[in-house]
């Protein structure tokens, strides 16, 4: 079974110059943890939960130098700064991607190993959909166990 069996098609994706505002309200309304990033038709990044919220930490260095206390309700303030910039300014711009004809448990694997929950499909640049490991989940269980419970 292939990715291209399961994958998601309509995939919601935004562009880099988006403001984190915006992108931020699509992940919280309908619980996306991370969207594609997608300019002039071609994938150029994906934007996560991750990314937006590691904005508003210290970064290690300053913390494992003594130079860094951290006040976290100081911290939490800075989200209403961070939802200001855009996605570029955010985002992971290295595209780690699965095509549509591969096997599904290969998929799985370079996810598990990432520690992603979803992951892009593309024919070179261009993003044709995506898959989740609920999706390859599903698609095994249904496969191998459905028919007998």
């Known amino acids: 079974m292939n990715v291209e069996d399961i994958m998601t098609t309509n995939v919601r994706t935004v562009s880099s110059d988006k403001k984190l505002g915006e992108v931020v309200s699509l992940m919280c309304i309908y619980r996306y943890s991370g969207i594609p990033v997608v300019d002039d038709g071609k994938l150029v990044g994906t934007v996560s939960e991750s990314d937006i919220l590691g904005k508003m930490f210290p970064k290690l260095e300053d ?14 303030n800075q989200y209403s700064d961070v939802v200001t910039i855009t996605v570029k300014d955010v985002m992971t711009p290295v595209v780690i991607s699965v095509k549509p004809d591969m096997h599904i448990l290969q998929a799985a694997s370079m996810m598990v190993g990432r520690k992603f929950r979803r992951i892009p499909v593309a024919i070179g640049d261009k993003l044709v959909g995506m898959v989740s ?5 599903k698609a095994i269980y249904q496969s191998t166990l459905a028919t007998k419970f």
């Open 63 to 76: 913390l494992m130098s003594g130079m860094s206390t951290v006040d976290y309700d100081a911290q939490l």
């Open 133 to 137: 490991m609920g999706d390859v989940h």
